[in-house]
């Protein structure tokens, strides 16, 4: 079986490698600067760090905010529409995943004839207009790595992802000043949503050597690190490598792609919007559950990949220990384990299951089948 992996060509890592945008306007010849991010992060003053430089720099630049977060179709639509009579030549996104994926769709949209409609409709018609640079402000989504967008889609209430490699990022910055103030809760659900990128990726049907590489990396890093990260602000080295544990993650989604975890938890976020990296916790250590006897070798050498220095297990402990980890993070990093707490009904049930039976982009990657009953116990394992 041949295998690709296809990643941004440029990465810059560690405290202040924000300074690396200055090159990267010059080394591009770039004039005019379309910003994205959100209104919380320029309250937090984090587009601060990044206008200062583009200010010395004497670069023009336009910053778009108004993103509402995990965006329907149309809103991405509406804020790209925003920027398309803005003349510029370089794309800068600043923020958490909704920004960066919608960043990420300009990209192949600004001056083309196609719509965001048009692209999840068919996404191969998407060609690259202009180049981007993605600087993560959560250590979770893997965006910055990957040629997925996601967006809500509301007369499905689901979410569906525009996966095309024009989309791949050119430039990533991942300087952990960008994520040293972020709440607990943040650091929580989107460090578990780069958990699960790396263990579904792992155990995918379409792992490959490649994705393989970058998964074992991430998860050993985010395995080790979550729970100093989420404990201590003030530990930038363990937030250094949530980042990159992270953008490993979204590299081997490229090359692999994720499972029944995100399958499932896309209806939750499109539905009752609840954030990804938290309807993916609560799904999380479940589904792997139903997997285990499915990819118990895999779970095996991930463990042995993590948490080497443990006494030996048996195969089936090795596996159970690693989903034991995942529903432990959870409980201590204090994500909501139970949906009831976001407003779902049982009555919902069957709509749940129905949406979640309908990712089968994702679905044929998960190595254990899942029928309609699957589906059902799973989300009532959750439904309390």
């Not at 994205?36 to 004497?58: A, C, M, P, S, V």
């Not at 809103?75 to 600043?94: F, H, P, Q, S």
């Not at 990159?244 to 499109?270: D, E, K, M, N, R």
Request: glycine fraction near 6%.
């Amino acid at each position: 079986m041949s295998y690709q992996i296809k990643i941004p060509s440029c990465v810059y890592g560690d405290e202040g490698s924000i300074e690396n945008v200055k090159a990267i306007i010059k080394k591009e010849d770039s004039k005019k600067i379309i910003i994205f991010t959100d209104k919380e992060i320029r309250e937090h003053g984090l587009l601060d760090i990044l206008t200062k430089l583009l200010d010395e720099n004497n670069t023009e630049y336009r910053v778009y905010d108004s993103l509402t977060p995990e965006p329907a179709y149309q809103d991405a639509d509406r804020v790209i529409k925003e920027a398309e009579d803005y003349n510029g030549d370089l794309i800068i996104a600043i923020g958490g995943g909704s920004v960066m994926d919608v960043a990420k769709l300009c990209s192949v949209l600004k001056g083309a004839s196609y719509s965001v409609k048009d692209l999840l409709d068919d996404p191969a018609q998407a060609r690259k207009q202009l180049k981007t640079i993605m600087i993560p402000t959560t250590c979770g989504t893997g965006s910055e790595a990957t040629c997925n967008a996601i967006v809500a889609i509301p007369e499905e209430q689901s979410k569906k992802g525009i996966v095309n490699d024009n989309m791949i990022p050119d430039y990533v910055i991942l300087d952990a000043n960008f994520i040293k103030k972020l709440p607990k809760p943040i650091v929580a659900a989107t460090g578990v949503d780069a958990l699960a990128h790396v263990v579904e990726c792992y155990t995918s049907k379409k792992a490959t050597p490649l994705s393989d590489t970058y998964a074992l990396a991430g998860a050993k890093l985010i395995f080790q690190n979550i729970r100093e990260a989420y404990e201590n602000a003030d530990n930038l080295e363990a937030k250094n490598r949530m980042l990159l544990g992270a953008f490993y993650g979204g590299a081997a989604i490229t090359g692999s792609g994720t499972t029944a975890v995100h399958a499932l938890s896309y209806p939750l976020g499109g539905k009752y919007h609840i954030a990804h990296g938290v309807s993916n916790a609560i799904l999380f250590a479940h589904v792997m559950e139903f997997n285990k006897d499915a990819c118990e070798d895999r779970l095996a050498k991930l463990y042995d990949a993590v948490f080497h220095g443990l006494p030996a297990r048996t195969m089936s402990e090795k596996a159970q220990y690693i989903i034991d980890q995942i529903a432990d993070i959870v409980k201590v990093t204090n994500i909501p384990t139970d949906l009831k707490e976001f407003g779902v009904k049982k009555e919902d049930l069957e709509t749940l299951v129905e949406a979640g039976s309908k990712q089968q982009r994702l679905l044929i990657n998960n190595r254990k089948e899942l029928s309609h009953d699957d589906i059902r116990n799973i989300y009532l394992k959750v439904l309390k």
